[in-house]
């Protein structure tokens, strides 16, 4: 039974259903193409600034994206508008085949590191083989060298692997015994700089001082909670969960705690901590808040995205575990724009205390400038598989 087919029947996806079989409704094929391969929401915008200079530069080549994401999917259809995009037909190694013959893509180019054997074994028999914003965290390494036997023939299919950082680049060349194919490029997750938005969602809290905790995970809500008890906040905490599904559980435990609770979605200005319960309000939150703090850090998520919230001069901060963003997360330290806490004593010690200025004009020309050299690279190797 094809894996398509499980996950297109876990995740309820009724109208892409078939997409995850294979069967892909294509337009016309065009002269050439590339494929971009995108996991999910996150790596489609990582894309935006590429595929906007692709569309500038090489009209001729078409840009084709698949993701494994339904929502992946939509945004890629908003936000790139891409000649066509579909979900990823799961370890069919037949449908990689048909996609990148009948749409004459040149390259594939897969977005992290997205290791799916068939997808990956099939198109380096058929077309350029490439990966942009490769990683590996401290955790997953030990599980790639185990199984080097493994993941060294496959990695060794790619043109090119090029990682977000030195340190990713080292541990590539750890799997595959050399660096070869290996090259530390940058993290194409910090391009976009977007004006900040109008309030809306949260227009009701405007004039009020707002703690803004971002993406949190199991036990970092009872951190949070404890921090703004015990500092005084002179104003509301917003809790934006990393999860949906658990808006319920992070609501009742404020409750339990003392505080008076209601939702983004039944807006109450007299209470002390809000509920985020809505998708797509985090950059109207991060513009209207005194305080940020970025979940996934103080547990062993590894992080999230900060520069999501910086981009509109706002400084974060963070707890001690941003493995999956060390890069950006030092960077930002640097400049002032990033301050780290270990526990709920700190984080409400930064509730309180008067933020230190930070250089966001040395930080956006030091993100720039990497950009730039990944624009530069790219560029050519779009360039080099169109001309083929």
Same mark, same amino acid.
């Given at each position: 039974?094809p894996?398509?087919?499980?996950?297109?029947?876990?995740?309820?996806?009724?109208?892409?259903?078939?997409?995850?079989?294979?069967?892909?409704?294509?337009?016309?094929?065009p002269?050439?193409?590339?494929?971009?391969?995108?996991?999910?929401?996150?790596?489609?915008?990582?894309?935006?600034?590429?595929?906007?200079?692709?569309?500038?530069?090489?009209?001729?080549?078409?840009?084709?994206?698949?993701?494994?994401?339904?929502?992946?999917?939509?945004?890629?259809?908003?936000?790139?508008?891409?000649?066509?995009?579909f979900?990823?037909?799961?370890?069919?190694?037949?449908?990689?085949?048909?996609?990148?013959?009948?749409?004459?893509?040149?390259?594939?180019?897969?977005?992290?590191?997205?290791?799916?054997?068939?997808?990956?074994?099939?198109?380096?028999?058929?077309?350029?083989?490439?990966?942009?914003?490769?990683?590996m965290?401290?955790?997953?390494?030990?599980?790639?060298?185990?199984?080097?036997?493994l993941?060294?023939?496959?990695?060794?299919?790619?043109?090119?692997?090029?990682?977000?950082?030195?340190?990713?680049?080292?541990?590539?060349?750890?799997v595959?015994?050399?660096?070869?194919?290996?090259?530390?490029?940058?993290?194409?997750?910090?391009?976009?700089?977007?004006?900040?938005?109008?309030?809306? *969602?949260? %227009?009701?809290?405007?004039?009020? /001082?707002?703690?803004? +905790?971002?993406? =949190?995970?199991?036990?970092? #809500?009872?951190?949070?909670?404890?921090?703004?008890?015990?500092?005084?906040?002179?104003?509301?905490?917003?809790?934006?969960?990393?999860?949906?599904?658990?808006?319920?559980?992070v609501?009742?435990?404020?409750?339990?705690?003392?505080?008076?609770?209601?939702?983004?979605?039944?807006?109450n200005?007299?209470?002390?901590?809000?509920?985020?319960?809505?998708?797509?309000?985090?950059?109207?939150?991060?513009?209207?808040?005194?305080?940020?703090?970025?979940?996934?850090?103080?547990?062993?998520?590894?992080?999230?995205?900060?520069?999501?919230?910086?981009?509109?001069?706002?400084?974060?901060?963070?707890?001690?575990?941003?493995?999956?963003?060390?890069?950006i997360?030092?960077?930002?330290?640097?400049?002032?724009?990033?301050?780290?806490?270990?526990?709920?004593? *700190?984080? %409400?010690?930064?509730?309180?205390? /008067?933020?230190?200025? +930070?250089?966001? =004009?040395?930080?956006?020309? #030091?993100?720039?400038?990497?950009?730039?050299?990944?624009?530069?690279?790219?560029?050519?190797?779009?360039?080099n598989?169109?001309?083929?």
């Open positions: 039974m894996i398509g087919y499980l996950v297109a029947l876990k995740r309820k996806e009724d109208g892409d259903f078939f997409e995850r079989l294979g069967f892909v409704q294509f337009p016309e094929p002269e050439k193409s590339i494929w971009f391969h995108c996991a999910s929401v996150g790596e489609v915008r990582s894309l935006h600034l590429i595929t906007d200079m692709m569309q500038a530069e090489f009209p001729d080549t078409k840009i084709i994206v698949s993701t494994t994401t339904a929502t992946g999917k939509a945004e890629a259809l908003r936000l790139i508008k891409p000649f066509h995009a979900l990823l037909p799961l370890e069919n190694s037949l449908a990689t085949a048909h996609i990148i013959h009948y749409m004459n893509v040149k390259a594939l180019i897969i977005i992290d590191t997205e290791l799916w054997h068939n997808l990956i074994t099939s198109a380096a028999k058929h077309t350029k083989l490439y990966m942009l914003n490769g990683r965290s401290d955790r997953s390494v030990k599980s790639y060298v185990k199984f080097r036997f993941f060294a023939p496959l990695l060794s299919k790619f043109e090119t692997i090029y990682t977000k950082s030195e340190e990713d680049s080292e541990r590539f060349a750890s595959t015994g050399s660096r070869s194919n290996i090259r530390t490029l940058g993290n194409i997750k910090f391009q976009i700089r977007k004006p900040k938005p109008e309030p809306k *969602e949260y %227009a009701y809290l405007a004039g009020t /001082k707002i703690f803004a +905790a971002a993406s =949190t995970h199991k036990g970092e #809500e009872e951190i949070i909670l404890d921090a703004f008890k015990n500092s005084g906040y002179e104003g509301k905490l917003v809790i934006a969960p990393r999860h949906m599904n658990r808006v319920d559980e609501y009742l435990l404020a409750a339990r705690k003392g505080f008076s609770v209601s939702t983004l979605s039944n807006p200005p007299s209470t002390q901590v809000v509920v985020s319960d809505k998708f797509g309000t985090l950059d109207e939150l991060y513009t209207m808040s005194d305080r940020i703090f970025v979940g996934g850090s103080l547990n062993g998520t590894g992080g999230h995205n900060i520069y999501e919230a910086i981009m509109f001069e706002k400084q974060v901060c963070v707890g001690t575990n941003m493995a999956n963003f060390r890069e997360s030092e960077s930002a330290e640097r400049f002032g724009a990033a301050v780290t806490v270990r526990n709920a004593d *700190e984080l %409400a010690q930064y509730l309180t205390d /008067k933020l230190p200025e +930070a250089d966001f =004009t040395g930080f956006f020309a #030091e993100m720039d400038a990497q950009q730039k050299c990944i624009l530069t690279e790219i560029r050519q190797v779009i360039k598989v169109s001309d083929c």
